[in-house]
């Protein structure tokens, strides 16, 4: 996705189907294998789309980043592959010296190889099929492995422990003791997933009244510690792919434990106080910039909430029942900003109460560019001299998709952007204008690239003062312009085909 990295890190993107054997990710010429089969298929689906993928992809990018500093050992991905292989031929002592070996190697590829992989094994509520009898053999195995595993396997055990032992009040309590000193021990960061376990050991805790005050304790504890999080390193608006992911995560945690103490409160006839849990949860709900880092909570939300992400609507639909209807519609205005997809939601409640007397249509187009910000103004021309000119294209819609022939996620994207674009040829759209951008090119590359696959969309040479134009640090990018002249990036992992229609119909 970067043209500027090692040749070598590139070859991760080389991938079509995520969990195809016949296109694994490569890495150092080496080639990543995910399972084939197994809890994680419900998730298979073309790269772009796949924040399994994506997630893979940042994570052993920046491996290969410091890889040419540290000269990490190459090592690590193909023990990552036998690791997994040994799991799906239920190996237990192969599967064991992998892992350890792994832990020995690197520990963010471990930790995204056991709390986002294998620890699906586990989450009975979106794998209704699955066999957790090897997978918790193989758990209290490497639960004994050496200390880097140890460290990282921790939260993951614990929680299953928790499970295991509802009835046993004494080792329920020296378990949970144990799990706050190890809160207190580590720092706040997405490591080892240690605040999504508190979570899921919290809500185990819960379904059983005798260790009720152990889980608030543990939940208070928690609470804090989300709190600090969201409210400190990790609470400014950032470039920085690791902290931006931080924050992410964190606030999606931060907006699930809201959601919890509120139907908590619900249950116990307490409008006022789970009024002001909702707010908080609709508050910490992913906005513009955690969507750009979607992959950080994404198996979050697959633990805690079945793959929902925001909690927006809970909190309009309290207002509702209020009769708040101002405030739920500003809610369900915030809701649709974030997904265009709720837009008949929101033009239904806006009708249905009356809100106001300005036309829904004139209402969501300003709420819309008030988040925004102005585009630049550029004149550009494509490969067949045709020329865009911003100034005469205002009063459109304008999609541009930066891309380049070295990024395999581009190149997998476009039949489906050929698509569109042929779409909005044939069906004679005219307030939607689409032209791509190839960046860090060479023309003779791009035209016998497209020559090749048939292609027609435009295509013009993006310099670097373009693409600094439009701030694009990853690719694919697409960004859109309102009608208005304001921009926005579309989040990746979004279905940008449909986000672009919804908005341009409405």
């Given at each position: 996705m970067y043209p500027h990295v090692d040749t070598k890190v590139r070859g991760i993107a080389q991938i079509m189907d995520f969990w195809s054997p016949a296109h694994p990710i490569k890495y150092a010429?080496?080639?990543?294998?995910?399972?084939?089969?197994?809890?994680?298929?419900?998730?298979?689906?073309?790269?772009?789309?796949?924040?399994?993928?994506i997630f893979v992809f940042f994570i052993l990018l920046a491996i290969g980043s410091r890889a040419q500093a540290q000269s990490l050992p190459m090592q690590a991905a193909t023990h990552f592959n036998q690791f997994q292989e040994a799991v799906g031929h239920k190996k237990l002592d192969s599967a064991s010296y992998y892992a350890n070996q792994l832990a020995l190697e690197n520990t963010d590829l471990l930790n995204f190889l056991l709390h986002d992989?294998?620890?699906?094994s586990f989450n009975t509520a979106a794998n209704l099929l699955a066999d957790t009898t090897f997978a918790r053999q193989l758990l209290r195995k490497l639960y004994t492995g050496n200390q880097a595993l140890q460290r990282s396997i921790y939260p993951l055990y614990q929680w299953q422990e928790?499970?295991?032992?509802?009835?046993?009040?004494?080792?329920?309590?020296?378990?949970?003791?144990?799990?706050?000193?190890?809160?207190?021990?580590?720092?706040?960061?997405?490591?080892n997933r240690l605040d999504r376990y508190a979570l899921l050991i919290y809500r185990t805790l819960k379904s059983n009244p005798k260790s009720a005050v152990l889980a608030d304790t543990l939940f208070a504890h928690t609470y804090r510690r989300l709190e600090h999080a969201v409210n400190g390193f990790y609470y400014p608006q950032t470039d920085d792919r690791n902290q931006r992911s931080g924050r992410a995560y964190f606030r999606y945690l931060m907006a699930y434990a809201n959601l919890v103490k509120a139907n908590e409160r619900l249950s116990q006839q307490n409008p006022t106080q789970a009024e002001s849990y909702l707010q908080l949860a609709s508050q910490f709900s992913p906005d513009d910039t955690d969507r750009m880092a979607h992959v950080a909570y994404f198996h979050e939300a697959s633990f805690l909430q079945n793959g929902r992400e925001d909690f927006h609507e809970d909190y309009a639909r309290f207002l509702l029942d209020k009769g708040d209807t101002t405030q739920a519609v500003n809610v369900l205005t915030e809701l649709t900003l974030a997904d265009?997809?709720?837009?008949?939601?929101?033009?239904?409640?806006?009708?249905?109460?009356?809100?106001?007397?300005?036309?829904?249509?004139?209402?969501?187009?300003?709420?819309?560019?008030e988040k925004l910000k102005?585009?630049?103004?550029?004149?550009?021309?494509?490969?067949?001299?045709?020329?865009?000119?911003?100034?005469?294209?205002?009063?459109?819609w304008i999609l541009i998709d930066f891309w380049g022939t070295w990024c395999q996620p581009c190149v997998e994207e476009l039949p489906r952007f050929q698509t569109f674009y042929s779409d909005l040829?044939?069906?004679?759209?005219?307030?939607?204008?689409?032209f791509t951008a190839a960046s860090h090119d060479t023309e003779v590359r791009v035209r016998e690239f497209m020559k090749k696959h048939g292609y027609t969309f435009p295509v013009i040479m993006a310099d670097d003062a373009f693409i600094k134009q439009f701030r694009v640090g990853e690719y694919p990018t697409k960004v859109l312009i309102t009608p208005q002249g304001n921009r926005m990036k579309i989040p990746p992992g979004t279905n940008w085909a449909e986000r672009v229609t919804i908005l341009s119909q409405n």
């Open positions: 010429g080496i080639r990543i294998h995910l399972p084939t089969k197994g809890p994680l298929t419900t998730y298979s689906q073309p790269f772009m789309n796949n924040p399994y993928t992989t294998f620890a699906h928790i499970r295991a032992s509802l009835n046993d009040s004494l080792k329920l309590n020296r378990l949970v003791a144990g799990f706050l000193v190890a809160q207190e021990r580590t720092d706040e960061t997405i490591g265009p997809g709720n837009l008949p939601l929101l033009k239904t409640y806006y009708q249905k109460i009356r809100f106001s007397s300005m036309p829904f249509q004139t209402y969501w187009t300003k709420k819309l560019n102005p585009a630049e103004p550029f004149r550009l021309t494509d490969l067949t001299n045709q020329v865009f000119n911003y100034e005469t294209l205002r009063g459109k040829q044939k069906n004679g759209l005219s307030n939607v204008v689409v």
